[in-house]
């Protein structure tokens, strides 16, 4: 069993940045990569960002040069700096753990940002 742990959501006005990171535990074995996905009401889930364990990182087009995914494979952790924060930013961003053993997911940590 995976159990992903997320903090760092939060208001935060347009143009602001917020910081949110997942801590893993559990059966962690055979990491593929972590990341960040998130849902807006009425939408699908849709990718945030991944980086894998060698730091390789991929972004979504609407985040791009305004987040920042990062890791610390020694603490098992994921961040996820958000800068130039928009109202179409909000949503539930959910962490995510990708391994050989399978994709977990964290409870999920709202993000709204007003305009």
């Known amino acids: 069993q995976v159990q992903l742990v997320e903090s760092g959501g939060g208001l935060v006005q347009a143009g602001g940045s917020l910081r949110l990171s997942c801590v893993a535990s559990?059966?962690?074995?055979?990491?593929?990569?972590m990341g960040w996905y998130r849902q807006a009401p009425g939408k699908q889930r849709e990718l945030v960002a991944t980086?894998?364990?060698?730091?390789?990182?991929n972004y979504a087009d609407s985040v791009k040069d305004r987040y920042t995914i990062s890791s610390d494979n020694a603490k098992d952790t994921v961040y996820l700096q958000m800068n130039s924060l928009k109202p179409e930013d909000t949503a539930v961003y959910y962490c995510?753990?990708?391994?050989?053993?399978?994709?977990?997911w964290g409870q999920g940590s709202q993000v709204t940002v007003s305009s």
């Open positions: 995510n753990l990708h391994s050989v053993l399978g994709s977990y």
């Open positions: 559990g059966r962690l074995f055979s990491i593929n990569a």
């Open positions: 980086i894998t364990r060698a730091g390789r990182a």
